[in-house]
Structures are given as structure tokens and as C-alpha cells.
């Protein structure tokens, strides 16, 4: 997992969560837990292929503490995820359906 950091007044925030497109299972989930590699838009290079996540694609893992799935079998059937290397997720959009502020677990190495 990476994090796309905003930085604001020179303050770091957390914008944007990218993970390994998982396309095979239909219903992946992913655990929030750093630390975490920062991602700079220069990483976006021509093998970069991301598609973003809203939160209506976003499930609550409800027997793990900071774990989240993505409805791929939803994806798939509005987008074509066959090139798709990342999920872009909105750090706001997991915060929300986790019910919880994640900004201390999304530390960079």
C-alpha cells in the first residue's frame, strides 16, 4: 500500500490510499496497517493503470478492526479492470466507512 500525500501550509496530509489491484476474487479485502511507502505523482508512470474506488464500491470488514473490501464484481460490470494495476481509494471515503480517523495509521516509511 502507498499514500498520496498532500502537503498544505508544509504539512503532510493523507489524500489518497493505492493498492495492487487485486481483480481475481471478487470481494478482496485490505488492512489498513503501515507503515506505509509514500507515493509521489512522478510514480504514476505509463505502467501505472489505476482506476478509482468511491466509497460505493467499499464494504466494512466486520470482524476485523481496520480491514475494508472492495465489491470488484461491481467494478467490473461499470469499468473494464482488465489493465487496471491499482485501486485509488479517497483516505476520506475509507474513514468513513471504517467510523474511524485512520490519518495516525497512515505513516510513511
Known amino acids: ?5 498532500e502537503e498544505i501550509d ?35 508512470t505509463d505502467e501505472f493503470r489505476g482506476v478509482t ?9 466486520p470482524f476485523e478492526d481496520l480491514s475494508f473490501g472492495i465489491t470488484v464484481a461491481s467494478l467490473k460490470e461499470k469499468y473494464n479492470l482488465d489493465d487496471v494495476t491499482h485501486f485509488i481509494l479517497l483516505v476520506d471515503d475509507l474513514q468513513e466507512i471504517l467510523n474511524m480517523d485512520i ?4 505513516l510513511i516509511v
Open 1 to 5: 500500500m502507498w499514500v498520496y500525500y
Open 10 to 44: 508544509g504539512l503532510l496530509n493523507p489524500k489518497w490510499v493505492i493498492i495492487n489491484a487485486e481483480k481475481e476474487n471478487n470481494f478482496p479485502f485490505y488492512k489498513v496497517n503501515g507503515p506505509f511507502e509514500r507515493f509521489f505523482e512522478e510514480d504514476m
Open 53 to 61: 474506488v468511491t466509497m460505493a464500491y467499499l464494504i466494512r470488514d
Open 103 to 106: 490519518s495516525e495509521q497512515l
